[in-house]
């Protein structure tokens, strides 16, 4: 597996760990869990990395997302939060500037680019 975690790993990251924040789901806890990065900057889950490295084509905001819908259906979680995070993505390419979850996107690929999201795995007492 390559040490170095795109941008894009990084940006769908930030973005998910975004809406846990809002929706404290549990489905998405686990899939940040399994995308955050060990000590050594590899990620916690080598097939989750796997995927997305298999996936990603065009580090730009729409491909990136469109590996981020992939990603999601390759992991096979069936779950009604997986599902509605499914439908923003597809809705945020549809809808670009007019939707916040793409601003919301943006944002995180800026912060991904600047070194500024903490993809390492936390622990939680």
Do not use: H
């Not at 998910?16 to 869990?33: C, F, M, R």
């Not at 096979?76 to 997986?82: C, F, K, W």
């Not at 600047?114 to 936390?122: H, Q, S, V």
């Amino acid at each position: 597996m390559s040490q170095s975690v795109s941008t894009g790993y990084l940006a769908f990251y930030g973005l998910l760990d975004g809406l846990y924040a809002v929706t404290q789901s549990d489905e998405i806890a686990s899939l940040l869990g399994e995308m955050s990065l060990l000590a050594d900057g590899i990620s916690a889950d080598a097939a989750a990395w796997d995927d997305w490295k298999r996936l990603e084509r065009e580090a730009t905001p729409a491909p990136l997302l469109e590996t981020a819908i992939a990603f999601l259906d390759a992991l096979l979680l069936d779950s009604p939060e997986i599902r509605d995070c499914q439908r923003l993505l597809r809705d945020a390419i549809e809808r670009k500037e007019e939707s916040l979850i793409w601003l919301a996107f943006l944002r995180q690929l800026s912060r991904a680019e600047n070194g500024e999201i903490d993809a390492r795995l936390k622990f939680v007492d």
